[in-house]
């Protein structure tokens, strides 16, 4: 079946609206995203996103958004929706994402994602330019 861009879009959209998760910031990432235009890390190298919602037994669970580049995953942003937390589809995504790729990093000032990298073998890397989240690493 064919997945149109926009239709995922809204959907990523409606749960970010709903549950107040990085509307503005999420907003500009899936324009790019959708208009095609160019993503770039913060060493100016193109990156290729992808933006998944997790669907499980028909059940919308969830987004994801990840920028990938070199066998190099940045998960940009994860909400699983509240009354599907501690399922262990957090886990069940990075287990697959670390069979596609060779490092995995995710930057986080949240608790949950601090215990979750913690628990999933992930290494803390040092505290980001922002200075409030702090960017774990996972090697294969
Ligand atoms: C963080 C988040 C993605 C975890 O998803 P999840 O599917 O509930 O995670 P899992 O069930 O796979 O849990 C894996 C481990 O993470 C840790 N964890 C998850 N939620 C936690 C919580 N509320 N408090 C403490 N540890 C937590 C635990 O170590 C857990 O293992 P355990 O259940 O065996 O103890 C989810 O809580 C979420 O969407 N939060 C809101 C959005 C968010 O903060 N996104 C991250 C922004 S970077």
């Not at 959708?34 to 933006?51: A, H, L, S």
């Not at 059940?59 to 940009?76: A, E, P, V, W």
């Not at 509240?82 to 000032?109: H, M, N, V």
């Not at 949240?110 to 890397?125: G, S, V, Y």
């Amino acid at each position: 079946m064919q997945v149109y861009k926009k239709d995922v879009a809204d959907i990523v959209m409606a749960i970010s609206n709903k549950y107040d998760f990085y509307t503005q910031d999420i907003l500009v990432y899936l324009n790019c995203w959708m208009g095609n235009g160019i993503i770039v890390n913060n060493k100016d190298e193109p990156v290729r996103t992808q933006v998944k919602i997790i669907k499980i037994e028909d059940i919308i669970r969830g987004f994801f958004i990840t920028d990938s580049y070199d066998k190099k995953i940045l998960l940009k942003y994860i909400f699983i929706i509240p009354e599907y937390r501690r399922e262990g589809i957090f886990t069940a995504i990075i287990d697959d994402l670390k069979g596609q790729c060779e490092e995995i990093s995710i930057d986080t000032c949240e608790k949950p994602m601090i215990h979750a990298c913690n628990k999933l073998d992930f290494k803390f890397l040092r505290t980001c330019d922002t200075g409030k989240e702090l960017c774990f690493v996972w090697k294969k």
